[in-house]
């Protein structure tokens, strides 16, 4: 049995879950005062969230995933629960409980259709856009440190377009094609961008790396890398550290 209980981590899906409850709500009340045998109001809602259980599939559709309902057990539940004539006056409001779950389908899909349209995905500013708490951290101990500098980063980052990531290519030249040993060998991203905050209400997680030669920029998501190149410097570095 599935329910759509899941907590909204970002401001669309917020959205669309309040007007899919608020249409599931209306749709309730509705039926309550249609009806000439009045139920009590209290156990049709509940009627109609225990309606909401059912046998999902999970599939894609439009790069989302999402539960395709199939089996209304919530309604069987109902059914077998409650007398033949009880049921006969809550069985609606059990329906609408199961039809509730191609609310929360479609609301699913218009939701992150309305989010890659509100929130790019190849846009660096998607995933970049306050940068007042962030700082530059090495990840690797003999690299040579590295100063931030937020108005500069901020203006660099403006210009960057996506860069195919040719993943083939960096494990060549710093594994298979590198004569140092693998203790000594260059790491491809040492420097990790903290503290930087992606657009409001995006609702995405990033951990943002910055290329050796201070040009490139990695970003990975829960689903993507994304891959940046300047033609000026984002960070500034120091002198080689001797670690």
Known sequence: MQFNFDLPNNIITIIFSVLSWGFISFLVIRQFLKQEVKPVLWRAILVAL???????????????????????????????????TTFQL???FAWIGFWANFVFLIATLLSALTHSWVYPKGQVSTYVANVND?????IVPSTSEAYFHKEQFMKQLKELKPTPIE??????????????????????????LVGAMPKW???????????????GIL?????????????EPL???????DE
Do not use: C, M
Not at 134 to 138: F, G, L, Q, S, V
Not at 171 to 178: H, K, M
């Open 50 to 84: 225990i309606g909401l259980g059912a046998f999902s599939l999970n599939i894609t559709l439009f790069h989302t995933s999402v539960k395709l309902p199939i089996l209304p057990l919530g309604v069987w539940f109902v059914y077998f629960l409650l007398k033949k």
């Open 90 to 92: 809550y069985r609606r």
């Open 134 to 138: 962030a700082a530059i951290i090495r």
């Open 167 to 192: 993943s083939d290519n960096w494990y060549r030249a710093i594994v298979l094609e590198s004569e140092s040993p693998s203790n000594y060998r260059k790491e491809k991203f040492p420097y990790q």
């Open 201 to 215: 209400g995006s609702g995405i997680a990033t951990e943002i790396y910055i290329e050796e030669d201070s040009k």
């Open 219 to 231: 970003i990975t998501t829960a689903n993507q890398q994304y891959y940046y190149r300047s033609t």
């Open 235 to 241: 960070i500034e570095r120091g002198a080689d550290s």
